[in-house]
């Protein structure tokens, strides 16, 4: 799997937006919702592994923190869409979500690897993981995590599994990372954020077959972003597009907590699957 993730606060509007391109090797993928909790809102991702529904791979909570993730390696461990869930459904802000990673991988369970990007409104962190290591990153303007690693030294690893593959999977997310980065460091509105997740440059980071780099094997089933206002006027809107961004358009939801069922009715129906 690969995915583009990130978040931005811009400090001036108040706003907070964080994102997730999701890539998969099928086509036609219909993301499940999770509407057992009244104080948080996911998306569930897939064990790639077993291939069924497993954890959040986006979410927010009532405490306007959000968390996304993206693959490393899938190993036969659980899948980090456990624990990505675990923290949307915990935490408060960022330090207690470091707090449960650290708990659950120097704990009692071993997870396939990942990054994940955790925001509130005045924080952004990403976490690194492996089966037994952690590591993390702190910032108060934008994050950025591809599928490999920054901090931890696992690219050689990753490499061994599958020499070919891996490395074109590698090149390509080193690649979607620098282009985040160039589009966050400068981006000054939402609509920036928009234009990098339909964007298609030398390799896109919406993936379809579009680019010139040698990886047509992926495909950006659903795009993602929300946005979080901590303004006067706060608000939590959920947006998401079905199939290659460049093509579909976004549709929003405004997420009240706690859900009621109306709301919950509401996203139901309008969601893209
Ligand atoms: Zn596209």
New binding site residues.
């Given amino acids: 799997m690969g995915c583009t993730t990130g978040a931005k606060i811009f400090k001036d509007e108040q706003i907070l937006v964080v994102f997730k391109n999701k890539d998969f090797r099928v086509k036609n993928h219909s993301d499940q919702l999770s509407f057992e909790h009244s104080h948080a809102f996911g998306v569930r991702g897939v064990n790639l592994r077993s291939k069924k529904a497993a954890g959040f791979s986006i979410g927010v909570n009532r405490h306007n923190l959000v968390a996304v993730n993206s693959n490393i390696l899938a190993t036969s461990d659980s899948p980090y869409d456990l624990l990505t869930e675990r923290i949307i459904l915990e935490a408060k802000a960022v330090e207690e979500a470091i707090d449960i990673c650290k708990e659950e991988v120097h704990g009692r369970t071993d997870y396939q690897w990942c990054n994940m990007v955790i925001a509130t409104p005045d924080q952004l962190i990403a976490i690194e993981l492996t089966s037994s290591e952690l590591a993390s990153e702190q910032s108060d303007d934008y994050m950025v995590r591809t599928n490999h690693h920054l901090i931890l030294e696992t690219t050689e690893a990753i490499i061994k599994a599958d020499p070919v593959k891996d490395r074109l999977n590698i090149d390509h997310s080193v690649y979607r990372f620098n282009e985040s980065v160039k589009t966050l460091k400068d981006a000054s509105n939402v609509e920036d954020i928009r234009f990098l997740l339909?964007s298609?440059n030398k390799a896109?980071i919406?993936?379809?077959g579009?680019s010139s780099f040698q990886d047509h094997s992926y495909t950006?089933v659903y795009s993602y972003f929300i946005l979080i206002n901590f303004g006067k006027n706060p608000k939590i809107v959920f947006n998401v597009a079905r199939g290659?961004?460049?093509?579909s358009s976004f549709i929003k939801f405004n997420l009240e907590f706690p859900l009621t069922s109306q709301n919950n009715e509401q996203v139901k129906r309008y969601y893209p699957v």
């Fill in positions: 339909r298609h896109a919406c993936r379809h579009l950006t290659p961004p460049c093509q």
